[in-house]
């Protein structure tokens, strides 16, 4: 491909031994590795420069073997697989972002099976190509977004090798123009009456859902407060709103959402719980009202807009670019200050897991740490939302460990998702996040873990690819309603603490 032709490409592989099952070691926050107990370090890591522009300072890209059922990507290393962006793509993308949306006609998704792993070296090849870039991956298959001028070679490609693939979504911009229809005349003329613009029938603007909760501030003065904990890179308020019966004994429970831009059901979600607790707060169950919530509906609220007015498929923050190829954007999932820099995250800023120059050097996250430093509420969960997938995953993202009360974790993470099984019929896995996935260090669920907090998981929301991160909005109140009960079982465990 253009992009890479006439460059020098580098490839050091140090293959160490491979494991047959994955290493699980108790580690307490902070606690370092035994010095005789090796890391796991089975990975063979590749390390790819591109001397002739001199423009790709060496990207570390982790490629994980197969490690029991769980066949991760090579460098995706997220929550979700996240691809790499074309390099011309984007400077175009982000030289015309002031007058264009960027356009998927043509582009395709496609599940591929990954039970071989030579299967995924050809993917990986074709990703190295840009011909591909990928989005979720369930350990068997993995889903990957085909570019339209992509989709000869790329067929060619996995049908000469034998890999077996369906088309998914036969064009993405149909799905991204279906996706989120306007609202009829009756419904807007209900948000009138109503105060807010706010509902579950739509994916809103910023500006609905921060209404949203400044109306439920306003009309519930005696339990719910809203303030902003500063600012995003763009200047817009990072609001967050507390509910709170003020009875002093109460344990606290934060939930973040929309941390990544184009997972819209995250913050639709968040907000459906916000809306529930609030609305309905008298007659709640005790559990509820006993604790303190706190909720961030639109963590990354310059990327939650950038989705909407430019690139649906956005996922960092809008940090400005620098230099000559000016790439934006931090993966806020990759800034939290656990085990920063670590595996699964990139230091090369066009990277969809591009972690920042150091822990917390985002507005974003770094005023989730000042709230964390500032605050007097006694922590016992933190939920961060996502998706997809259908995951809960606890800590270490880190890497392949897993904290002490892990049997813990595991017992609550296996209970919500009983609930939501009960009340939507949809199966969620659970596991540890570096096991069930791969690794990936910086996120927020690890930094609060390792401030204490006990129970912290990271959900990744429906569906499991079929329409991936274009979740259809009839969507939205089925996966909110089956999450509200699962994180009813979290507000019993944290009583039971
Ligand atoms: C992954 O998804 C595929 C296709 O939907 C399914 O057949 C397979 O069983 C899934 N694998 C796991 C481990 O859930
Ligand atoms: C597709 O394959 C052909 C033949 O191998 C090659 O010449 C062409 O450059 C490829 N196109 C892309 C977009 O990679
Ligand atoms: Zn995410």
Not at 140 to 159: E, G, R, S
Not at 194 to 199: A, E, F, K, Q, S
Not at 209 to 214: A, E, N, T, V
Request: hydrophobic fraction near 35%; charge should be negative; charged fraction near 25%.
């Amino acid at each position: 491909m253009g992009s890479w032709s006439g460059t020098v490409v580098l490839l050091v592989t140090i293959s160490a031994a491979v494991l047959s099952t994955p290493l699980i070691n108790q580690l307490q926050p902070g606690q370092e590795w035994p010095q005789l107990v090796k890391q796991p370090s089975h990975e063979s890591v590749e390390v790819i420069s591109e001397k002739s522009t001199g423009e790709v300072e060496g990207e570390l890209v982790i490629v994980k073997p197969q490690v029991d059922k769980t066949e991760p990507e090579d460098e995706g290393n997220e929550d979700e697989v996240t691809p790499e962006i074309d390099f011309k793509t984007k400077s175009l993308i982000e030289g015309k972002e002031d007058t264009q949306k960027v356009d998927y006609t043509g582009a395709q998704l496609w599940k591929v099976s990954t039970q071989k792993d030579g299967w995924r070296i050809v993917l990986s090849r074709l990703r190295r190509r840009n011909l591909i870039s990928t989005w979720g991956t369930n350990g068997t298959t993995i889903d990957i977004l085909v570019q339209p001028h992509a989709i000869q070679n790329v067929t060619n490609a996995l049908k000469r090798e034998n890999i077996p693939f369906d088309v998914i979504i036969e064009d993405l911009q149909t799905r991204i123009n279906q996706e989120n229809p306007p609202l009829d005349e009756n419904e807007i003329e209900l948000q009138d009456r109503r105060g807010h613009r706010m509902n579950w029938k739509q994916y809103h603007r910023l500006e609905d859902i921060h209404g949203f909760l400044d109306y439920l501030a306003k009309t519930y003065p005696a339990i719910i407060s809203v303030k902003s904990i500063g600012k995003s890179h763009e200047g817009r308020d990072i609001k967050l709103l507390r509910i709170s019966n003020g009875n002093p004994t109460n344990k606290a429970v934060f939930i973040d959402g929309g941390i990544h831009a184009r997972e819209w059901i995250s913050p639709a979600t968040v907000t459906y719980f916000i809306n529930q607790f609030a609305e309905n707060f008298d007659v709640e169950h005790d559990d509820i009202k006993n604790i303190d919530w706190y909720f961030i509906p639109v963590l990354n609220p310059d990327g939650y807009e950038h989705t909407h007015v430019r690139d649906r498929l956005w996922r960092k923050n809008r940090r400005p670019g620098s230099g000559l190829r000016g790439c934006a954007g931090v993966d806020l999932n990759r800034n939290f200050g656990y085990r920063w820099g670590g595996k699964g995250t990139s230091n090369y800023p066009c990277s969809e897991i591009y972690r920042g120059p150091r822990a917390f050097s985002e507005p974003e996250s770094k005023a989730v740490q000042e709230f964390f430093q500032n605050t007097a509420a006694k922590f016992s969960a933190y939920l961060t939302y996502h998706s997809y997938g259908q995951y809960i995953l606890y800590p270490w993202g880190y890497d392949n460990a897993v904290p002490p009360d892990h049997n813990d974790l595991n017992d609550v993470g296996n209970n919500m998702a009983q609930a939501i099984k009960s009340v939507g019929n949809d199966n969620y896995m659970v596991g540890s996040s570096s096991n069930l996935l791969y690794p990936a260090a910086g996120g927020s669920d690890d930094w609060a873990k390792s401030l204490g907090i006990k129970y912290a998981y990271t959900i990744e929301l429906n569906d499991q690819g079929t329409y991936g991160f274009i979740l259809p909005t009839q969507y939205i109140e089925p996966v909110a309603k089956e999450s509200l009960a699962s994180l009813r079982v979290l507000a019993a465990a944290v009583h039971k603490i």
